[in-house]
């Protein structure tokens, strides 16, 4: 299924949680879902870097999503994931503090993203969306992967 395709249709998105809020991702760009496990540490990486993972043969580097957008710092509980995405030949592992399911949404659901959002998170957003009583941060992962 091609991107134009996508856009036509129904969107599939994963959605996350940081801190209080729900995020997501359109299905077609996460590769897995994992469970934390170990980082080596990469030095004089930026902060939101955490460092590397070996996933089943593939170096993966991992942000952390809390630090990248300026919100507090992660504490590793049962439900922290990685979630592994990508767009062309780019992979990175995302911490979250949790994923929280898979939905469809229409392609009318999703509105540009409002001009009042934090300047730091505002360039990572692609757009909001409205899904019942849900309010989802549609992320913009190509601009995250821009910053590797």
């Known amino acids: 299924m091609n991107e134009t395709t996508t856009l ?10 940081l801190v209080d809020k729900e995020y997501a991702i359109p299905v077609n760009q996460v590769r897995s879902i994992e469970k934390l496990e170990h980082i080596t540490r990469v030095p004089k990486t930026p902060a939101y870097v955490k460092g590397v993972i070996n996933l089943r043969g593939v170096v993966t580097p991992i942000i ?40 469809d949404v229409s392609k ?10 934090g300047v730091v998170e505002a360039e990572y957003i692609g757009g909001v969306v409205k899904k019942d ?16």
């Open 8 to 17: 036509t249709e129904d969107l599939k998105l994963i959605v996350f949680q």
């Open 133 to 148: 009583r849900r309010l989802l941060i549609l992320l913009h992962l190509d601009k995250i992967l821009e910053a590797l």
């Open 64 to 103: 952390d999503l809390r630090s990248k957008f300026g919100l507090s710092a992660s504490i590793t509980t049962e439900s922290t994931r990685v979630i592994i995405a990508g767009s062309e030949d780019k992979e990175v592992g995302l911490i979250v503090d949790a994923a929280n399911d898979v939905l």
């Open 108 to 117: 009318e659901a999703v509105e540009p993203p409002p001009e009042v959002v």
